[in-house]
């Protein structure tokens, strides 16, 4: 078994009362890599992304982290394993602190155990101030999550994946509501994830995902229509035709 392929689907097929939503994808993620879903809506992204997770079922196929079958098991399983997907909003606890926030998510690290002891939660503390810096909220660490701009929201949510330490990060539309500034600022916050973790950064923005620099895959009605680099999916007419020119 190759490292190289921590993630694997393969031929999943996901039906939903006979309309498949996934259909026959196969697809690689090595560790510490960037993987760029895009495609049109309702091309299967999401549910994509369920399906690694364990929220929704594969009718056939199978898919593989570190060689070993997931497809059965229940979310909470999968996530101890070291998949995280960005949580859903309201993500953030908007009573607490941001740093604390940060805090609460290192201690669902997969050790959850080591939590219940005094260095576990030390370990957790100096986890969340290291993703503090690494999200660009040092200067909010005591601010309330509930007073950030959504902007900070959402990077605070996207902290709270890094801090679990999780393998394999799943982040679905993490630009959801943002401007250009802030969309670049969140390309530069994911950059610095990749090799530590393998990144699949699920989005509809072309400028966002050309500032991603990774791997590019584009679904289209449930199965993997194109990959390779941004400027090959960009010059090829299929694409365009389906997607990118409509995106434009
Ligand atoms: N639980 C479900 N039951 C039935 N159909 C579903 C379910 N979830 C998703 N679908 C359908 O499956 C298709 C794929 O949906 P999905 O949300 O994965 O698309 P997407 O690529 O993420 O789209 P978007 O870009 O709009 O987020 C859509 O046609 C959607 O309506
Ligand atoms: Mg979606």
């Known amino acids: 078994m190759s490292e190289a392929a921590m993630l694997r689907l393969e031929q999943v097929t996901?039906?939903?009362?006979?309309?498949?939503?996934?259909?026959?994808?196969?697809?690689?993620?090595?560790?510490?890599?960037?993987?760029v879903v895009i495609g049109p809506n309702g091309?299967?992204?999401?549910?994509?992304?369920?399906?690694?997770?364990?929220?929704?079922?594969?009718?056939?196929?199978?898919?593989?982290?570190?060689?070993?079958?997931?497809?059965?098991?229940?979310?909470?399983?999968?996530?101890?394993r070291g998949i995280c997907r960005k949580f859903q909003t309201p993500g953030v606890l908007i009573g607490l602190s941001v740093?604390?926030?940060?805090?609460?998510?290192?201690?669902?690290d997969r050790r959850w155990w080591r939590s219940f002891t005094r260095a576990g939660e030390e370990e957790a503390r100096a986890k969340a101030e290291a993703v503090l810096e690494q999200v660009g909220l040092a200067d909010r660490r005591d601010a309330l999550a509930g007073n950030l701009?959504?902007?900070?929201?959402?990077?605070?949510?996207?902290?709270?994946?890094?801090?679990?330490?999780?393998?394999?990060?799943?982040?679905?539309?993490?630009?959801?509501?943002m401007g250009a500034a802030e969309s670049s600022q969140t390309a530069q916050i994911i950059r610095t994830l990749v090799g530590r973790h393998a990144v699949l950064v699920i989005d509809h923005d072309?400028?966002?995902?050309?500032?991603?620099?990774?791997?590019?895959?584009?679904?289209?009605?449930?199965?993997l229509l194109r990959e390779g680099t941004l400027d090959e999916i960009r010059r090829d007419e299929e694409v365009a035709a389906i997607y990118l020119g409509r995106a434009k």
């Open 206 to 223: 072309i400028d966002f995902v050309s500032q991603l620099e990774g791997h590019v895959v584009v679904l289209h009605q449930g199965a």
């Open 43 to 80: 091309a299967g992204k999401s549910t994509m992304c369920d399906t690694i997770i364990g929220r929704v079922r594969p009718t056939a196929g199978r898919v593989l982290f570190h060689g070993e079958e997931i497809q059965r098991l229940a979310e909470h399983r999968i996530v101890g």
């Open 99 to 108: 740093i604390d926030n940060l805090a609460i998510a290192a201690m669902r």
């Open 14 to 35: 996901v039906d939903f009362d006979g309309f498949k939503a996934i259909n026959d994808l196969s697809l690689t993620i090595p560790s510490g890599s960037m993987t």
């Open 149 to 177: 701009s959504h902007g900070e929201k959402q990077w605070l949510e996207i902290g709270m994946v890094v801090a679990t330490d999780a393998e394999l990060l799943l982040l679905d539309e993490p630009t959801a509501g």
